[in-house]
């Protein structure tokens, strides 16, 4: 059977749409002038309805009409007064906008056309030719978001910011090219609509991890569509850079039972969404619903999306937020399920990079390290443990050291580690505010500051927030300076959210998903030029020596660790609660990684000579000599 949605043919455009519960299905067709025509849609015994359409072809914008049981309790929400958006949509003519009538119960609201983007009849693009991934695990993952990236950046013109086509601009890829990224990773760019309680608060969610359509792109920030994605793709590639696109399967933006009816939850509520043996809906996302990615209708619809962008757009891969919902099993997770095994089978998608968020909130939500050798994986012990040393807890170098080499009491295994090192996301204190602040301030989020993560492992250097006195600011740059060496010497693939490489500030919010503002928005005009230099010149280093790229666990041929005196270290000293030096010697490669944790700078003796290396620093030997 050939994919749902809207296909042009000769004389017209076939639509076919999957609601099995339904009764009826109207296909409505709008005008310039926004007058409706409905068509009655026919049923086939798989519970999809199609209709084919004569006269039209791309560029007519539609919506559908459902009716049905009406049963919110019973998991069946069908509504006639409710337009709903075909789930394989490839386009939108607007982005959505929350309004309350949009989650009005049935008979209680108005006709919700006049509120609702339309679909629009696209006649799809030539595949492109499947081109292997450019990005290679063990090099560098940029996190972006497309409107905060751009919108103040100097050198894009005013018209073009805030724009998918903002990133194929020369001063962008320069910039990327300075970083040696292997692939720029996308925050969500598919239409996403606003939790329902942020516009009284006069915020917009900026993040995008609320879609509607896994098909079309958001219209605020791909104007120019599917087009304008592939032109972007192309420009990278051809710069040598790779894209993965963020995306979430784990929930829709229809929410809980409170929330909007705009698409799935109209036409299939019972079969889209997991719901409890009560009939209500299962929330391991805390987003207020689950898709149900079991159900074979789901994975034929997250397959169909992703081979869309790889054979439309070209990109690398994909990014999963809250991973761990594609292997939800009703007995827990399993790295075999259905949809995992699928992804891994498939031709077009089974040599892409495939990373994985490997939790979920739900009961055994916290997968890490178990979704097979094919997957990379955030991995937040990475994080947590890095910062915990450099933050100064006492017993916390065996820890340091295990992460450094790449997590090999997680990725254990022949395939090597499958980390994805990170020290700073989307989500959470940026770099610099890691240092910066020891509590959240996320007052501008209109939660009296209750969202967001309570403990952060950071530490301030001690003054809270901003600070102009000269040694806090000289204390928080060498902090930053060290994590960064830290996050650049590891071994595995390292992922650096924009920004971070010249020390961009949230203000101390930790959860700035509804700062679509300056809050988020790089400010290309502020960037700490001593921090971007020590970036640069770490990513030169990256580049440069193969051996920090590497994705094999080291061995003791491979890599051995030594005191800051040359001795081996010892059982006790890794357990020591005062031990903050060690230094990591890769013979093979001639490299020498030196970690001073301790305030007092210190003198490493290494195979190919000494090394300074100041208080709270990495300094390492390389090939030309030593820096720090």
């Known amino acids: 059977m050939r994919r749902p949605g809207p296909a042009v043919e000769p004389g017209g455009v076939r639509f076919t749409v999957r609601a099995p519960d339904a009764s009826a299905l109207w296909l409505c067709l709008f005008d310039a002038l926004d007058r409706e025509e409905r068509w ?114 100097p050198d894009i013109p005013k018209g073009q910011r805030g724009t998918i086509a903002a990133l194929a601009h020369p001063a962008v890829i320069a910039h990327l090219k300075a970083l040696h990224v292997g692939a720029v990773e996308l925050m969500p760019i598919n239409a996403w609509i606003d939790e329902r309680h942020l516009g009284p608060l006069g915020l917009h969610n900026g993040w995008g991890y609320n879609p509607v359509s896994w098909f079309a792109l958001d219209p605020r920030i791909a104007p120019g569509g599917m087009a304008e994605l592939r032109d972007t793709v192309a420009a990278l590639r051809a710069a040598g850079i790779g894209v993965i696109l963020d995306m979430v399967y784990n929930h829709n933006g229809e929410g809980d039972a409170m929330g909007p009816t705009l698409s799935l939850r109209g036409l299939d509520a019972r079969g889209s969404f997991r719901h409890a043996a009560d009939g209500t809906l299962i929330n391991d996302t805390g987003t207020g619903n689950g898709i149900d990615c079991n159900r074979p209708a789901n994975r034929r619809m997250i397959l169909d999306s992703l081979r869309w962008f790889i054979e439309q757009a070209g990109v690398d891969g994909f990014r999963f937020d809250l991973a761990t919902a594609l292997g939800r099993m009703p007995d827990g997770f399993d790295p075999r399920a259905p949809l995992l095994a699928e992804i891994g089978a498939d031709p077009v998608l089974r040599d892409r990079i495939m990373i994985a968020e490997p939790w979920d909130i739900g009961p055994g939500g916290y997968q890490l390290g178990r979704f097979g050798d094919r997957w990379l994986e955030w991995n937040d012990r990475y994080r947590d443990d890095m910062r915990r040393f450099w933050r100064g807890d006492p017993g916390t170098l065996g820890r340091f050291a295990t992460r450094l080499a790449g997590s090999s009491d997680i990725f254990g295994g022949e395939a090597g580690t499958r980390s994805v090192n990170f020290l700073a996301a989307h989500d959470g204190f940026t770099l610099a505010d890691l240092v910066a602040h020891e509590a959240r301030h996320n007052h501008a989020n209109g939660e009296d500051n209750r969202d967001g993560h309570g403990e952060n492992l950071s530490w301030n250097n001690g003054v809270e927030g901003a600070s102009d006195d000269p040694d806090v600011v000289a204390a928080r740059r060498r902090d930053v300076r060290a994590l960064l060496a830290t996050l650049f010497l590891s071994r595995g693939t390292i992922m650096l959210t924009a920004g971070d490489e010249f020390g961009r500030s949230q203000r101390g919010n930790n959860n700035a998903y509804a700062q679509d503002n300056a809050i988020t928005w790089l400010d290309w005009a502020a960037r700490d030029e001593e921090i971007e230099a020590c970036a640069v010149m770490l990513a030169a280093l990256r580049a440069r020596v193969a051996a920090l790229r590497d994705t094999a666990l080291l061995t003791p041929d491979t890599g051995c660790w ?67």
């Not at 072809?57 to 009716?67: M, S, V």
């Not at 060690?582 to 195979?607: H, M, R, S, W, Y």
């Open 562 to 628: 030594s005191d800051e005196g040359g001795a081996p270290m010892t059982p006790e000293r890794w357990e020591a609660a005062d031990a903050r030096r060690v230094a990591l010697c890769l013979p093979q490669a001639a490299v020498a990684i030196c970690v001073n944790g301790a305030d007092e700078p210190c003198v490493f003796k290494t195979a190919w000579g000494d090394i300074g290396v100041a208080g709270r620093a990495v300094g390492w030997i390389a090939h030309p000599p030593a820096r720090s």
């Open 40 to 153: 009655p849609m026919a049923r086939a015994e798989d519970g999809h309805w199609s209709v084919f359409v004569p006269g039209i072809g791309a560029g007519a914008r539609y919506g559908l009409r459902a009716d049905g049981p009406y049963d919110p309790g019973g998991g069946s929400w069908f509504d006639p007064d409710k337009l709903l958006l075909d789930p394989y949509a490839t386009a939108l003519d607007r982005a959505l906008a929350y309004d309350p009538a949009l989650a009005a119960m049935r008979g209680q609201g108005p006709d919700t056309a006049p509120l609702m983007p339309k679909g629009v009849v696209e006649a799809p693009c030539d595949p492109l030719p499947l081109q292997p991934p450019l990005f290679v695990p063990g090099a560098l993952i940029y996190e972006l978001q497309v409107r905060a990236f751009t919108m103040l950046h």
